[in-house]
């Protein structure tokens, strides 16, 4: 099984950045970043297929880049100007098919937190 383990979560101030990661115990084709906010609604924010295509949730476009470097089958989520409303636990998954739905989810990492301070 697809073993995912994610890094980078932090705690930062509104405006700043972080840098999410993602290692992969093996190659994948189509990956992607969820996440779950302290209400304890899941959603997709970003997913990227083949390394190139990309597609955002609405709330993230602009600020929120998705990129995989296939060679360190690594995934990242460069998040900046951070609002306290991103506040969630960040997870990566392997994607059956492209787009941000949960259920396209494979296999999932453990998650990583992020906290936003207003």
């Known amino acids: 099984q697809l073993r995912l383990m994610e890094s980078g979560g932090d705690l930062v101030q509104s405006g700043g950045s972080l840098r999410l990661s993602c290692t992969a115990s093996?190659?994948?084709?189509?990956m992607g970043w969820f996440r779950r906010t302290p209400r304890g609604e899941r959603e997709g924010v970003a997913s990227?297929?083949?390394?190139?295509?990309?597609t955002y949730a609405e709330s993230v476009k602009g600020r929120f880049t998705i990129s995989q470097d296939s060679r360190k089958r690594t995934l990242y989520l460069q998040m900046n100007d951070l609002k306290p409303e991103d506040t969630a636990m960040y997870y990566c998954?392997?994607?059956?098919?492209?787009?941000?739905?949960?259920?396209?989810?494979?296999?999932w990492g453990k998650g990583t937190q992020v906290t936003v301070s207003s």
């Open positions: 998954a392997s994607l059956a098919s492209f787009g941000l739905s949960v259920n396209y989810a494979t296999n």
């Open positions: 093996a190659a994948t084709t189509c």
């Open positions: 990227i297929f083949r390394g190139g295509t990309t």
